[in-house]
């Protein structure tokens, strides 16, 4: 793979670019790896904070006085305007809001307790939604604009996307099933464009938590990872959605109202969904814990030793750590219900590495 697209969602999303970025800099005194590599690499961050958008325009790597490791227009994407109070009260013309924002008699609380026109994602994964959908269409065609620039450049049809996120947030946690099955229905062929997710699950004991019953800090951990399992395991029972998602998230782009139930002759449309995705914690098997705010470059140095030793090794060479990692050969399948074979419970796309 000579092609990557690297997408942080959120705040935790921003922090693994801006790490990742480091490191290529400390290895090239470049934001592009040397020519000779062949490897084009590009970054887009998706954030619904205008201070963290605002502030990936100084990055440096080290404080304010390192080198310049910023990142230009291109590879910012704001999610920062939000019209959802408009959206709730006007259903006729806000089709796509009403499938998945529930009773909207609920938001008044909300509405009245924040800024809810212009705000982050607030710890709750439907906001984050709600901040997404209204950038959808203009996010896949940002996504497709760079897509094709990393393929003219090295003259090739193939693009690897590396999906970060923090799942205790809105924003990340909110977002990223979208991100990832929008990509998914853009490029159809897992071998040649591959979808990988790191994801880091919420820190035990956070003050972000405040006692971990005030907040939605744990239970959006929780729910991100029970919908993104069913979205990986298949559908086994006869029918049009054979093969598909059990679950998939509404389309915010409006071209379907599920990316699922489109299924042509028991084949479905999101086939080969996800290659592989990463669960991070910032506490290891032997209950040792790292800092949480060193978990993305921990995360960055992990991409950055799989795009430059791994994927561009000899076929043979690192072969074992490379179908470890891509998960290109696997033939376990995905755990089903004991008194039911064909129901499946659990996928085996799910990962973790060592600390």
């Not at 907040?215 to 993104?228: F, Q, S, V």
């Amino acid at each position: 793979m000579s092609n990557y697209l690297l997408i942080g969602l959120g705040g935790t999303g921003g922090k693994v670019l801006k790490a990742f970025r480091k490191t290529i800099y400390e290895e090239f005194r470049s934001l592009q790896p040397a020519e000779e590599t062949g490897v084009h690499i590009k970054s887009l961050y998706v954030d619904s904070s205008r201070a963290d958008l605002t502030g990936s325009e100084s990055w440096r790597t080290q404080g304010d006085v390192g080198a310049d490791i910023s990142l230009d227009e291109e590879s910012r994407f704001s999610i920062t305007t939000n019209n959802l109070a408009q959206r709730l009260n006007d259903p006729e013309h806000n089709p796509i809001t009403h499938r998945y924002i529930g009773n909207p008699a609920y938001w008044g609380d909300i509405f009245s307790s924040m800024n809810i026109s212009e705000t982050a994602g607030g710890q709750m994964r439907r906001l984050g939604v709600a901040l997404f959908e209204p950038r959808a269409v203009s996010f896949v065609e940002h996504v497709t604009r760079m897509t094709k620039a990393l393929e003219e450049k090295s003259n090739k049809a193939q693009v690897s996307f590396h999906v970060f996120a923090g799942l205790a947030g809105g924003t990340g946690s909110g977002s990223f099933l979208h991100v990832i099955a929008q990509l998914r229905a853009l490029y159809r062929e897992p071998q040649q464009y591959p979808i990988y997710l790191y994801l880091l699950l919420p820190e035990p004991n956070s003050p972000w938590a405040r006692n971990g019953t005030a907040t939605n800090y744990y239970a959006n951990g929780y729910a991100a990872l029970e919908e993104l399992n069913a979205y990986l395991v298949s559908d086994s029972k006869e029918g049009f959605n054979k093969g598909g998602p059990l679950f998939a998230p509404i389309d915010l782009t409006g071209k379907t109202q599920r990316f699922e139930n489109k299924a042509r002759g028991g084949e479905t449309l999101l086939k080969d969904r996800l290659q592989g995705c990463f669960l991070v914690s910032s506490i290891n098997e032997q209950n040792r814990a790292l800092p949480v705010q060193e978990i993305p470059e921990l995360i960055a140095q992990l991409v950055y030793q799989r795009i430059f030793l791994i994927d561009r090794s000899m076929p043979d060479k690192h072969r074992a750590l490379r179908d470890a990692i891509s998960l290109e050969n696997l033939a376990t399948p995905d755990e089903s219900k004991k008194s039911n074979p064909n129901v499946k419970l659990r996928s085996v796309r799910f990962q973790s590495f060592g600390m």
